[in-house]
Nanobody, 121 residues
């Protein structure tokens, strides 16, 4: 699976962005999708995941209630809607895909290239 993340940019605190992750190469609907981020000088942080059928989602406490993950299997694309952005959300955001939840959160085999999100105060 090849993943292409997009949608990052510069936004003021309190603003919103929607990230997209376009997949190609294999059957997108068979993979769990996730979003991660890595701020400068920090370790990569898990944010959210979604099952192949969109019936199950899970969020890190740091983004619960502000971010929403979704997917459209007809477009081979996953999304991360980010609302109420804060300067602490500034990071490079990555999407990932894996055949199982355990693989997604431990050693995802497929990654997008990352998209920069910068939140100004």
């Amino acid at each position: 699976v090849q993943l292409q993340a997009s949608g990052g940019g510069l936004v003021q605190a309190g603003g919103s962005l929607r990230l997209s992750c376009a997949a190609s190469g294999r059957t997108f609907s068979g993979y769990h999708m996730g979003w991660f981020r890595q701020a400068a000088g920090k370790e990569r942080e898990f944010l959210a995941r979604i099952g192949w059928s969109s019936s199950t989602t899970y969020y890190a406490d740091s983004v619960k209630g502000r971010f929403a993950i979704s997917r459209d299997n007809t477009k081979n694309t996953a999304y991360l809607q980010m609302n109420g952005l804060e300067p602490e959300d500034t990071a490079v955001y990555y999407c990932a895909a894996a055949p199982t939840i355990v693989a997604l959160t431990t050693r995802a085999p497929y990654w997008g290239q990352g998209t920069q999100v910068t939140v100004s105060s």
